[in-house]
């Protein structure tokens, strides 16, 4: 692929802070309601302006800073529930169109705006996002999907917004693209070898996949 490239556009950014909610009998603390907002938004530390996380021990951080979902992912989901569904449904902060994020490969280096953000890994994900669809079961249904989106890193930080181009500035050789992290997570095990090393993909992913080898060795 040609750097520096428009490869999509940014569709809305949206943000939300931690709210408390009610789960099967217990409050449960989540942040996974965001709402597009308007005009132009730095990314900065671990973060969009104006967004939080709940627990930054499972969500967020310097690898997890902000999470994009794809339009064409919105349109099959449509589909699949039968309803219309807002942009930042999913608990993510930039809803984008043209990028098959599954496709994306890890340590790929995006500009939007004035920002350039890196592509680390998957979202794996928990029984907060059955809390924001209602549906316990929905988390499997997701993973099932195999649609999961993507987190990114903030390299250098700027601002942008809806209607942003998003430019590839880079993508390694490797190869080895989101879908293929995400599956070897969800029962192909014969794609771990390729994580133990990989170049971009986050310590603790490494050591998965290490640790995932160990135990079946």
């Known amino acids: 692929m040609i750097a520096d490239a428009e490869i999509g556009r940014v569709v809305s950014v949206n943000v ?21 907002v308007a005009g132009r938004h730095r990314v900065v530390g671990v973060n ?4 939080d996380q709940a627990d930054r021990r499972v969500h967020g ?5 902000l999470y994009a979902y794809a339009s064409d992912d919105y ?6 529930l039968d309803q219309a569904l807002e942009a930042g449904t999913f608990g993510e902060n930039l809803t984008i169109d043209g990028i098959d994020l599954a496709a994306a490969v890890v340590g790929e280096r995006w500009r939007i705006g004035t920002a350039t953000l890196r592509i ?13 669809m209602g549906d316990a079961a929905f988390v499997d249904r997701f993973a099932d999907a195999a649609r999961p989106g993507t987190y990114l890193a903030i390299e250098t930080e700027g601002d942008l917004g809806a209607g942003d ?39 603790s992913w490494r050591h998965w996949a290490q640790r995932s080898l160990s135990r079946s060795g």
Do not use: N
């Open 16 to 36: 939300g802070g931690p709210r408390e909610v009610r789960w099967h009998g217990r409050v449960v603390t989540t942040a996974i309601w965001k709402h597009p």
């Open 48 to 51: 969009v302006e104006g967004d």
């Open 61 to 65: 951080g310097p690898t997890k800073s």
């Open 75 to 80: 349109r099959w989901w449509e589909r699949v």
């Open 120 to 132: 680390t890994e998957p979202r794996i994900p928990c029984f907060k996002l059955g809390i924001r």
């Open 165 to 203: 181009a998003i430019e590839l500035l880079h993508q390694p050789e490797h190869g080895v693209t989101i879908g293929t992290v995400e599956r070897a997570y969800h029962g192909q095990a014969e794609l771990i070898p390729r994580l133990t090393e990989l170049d971009g993909l986050s310590e």
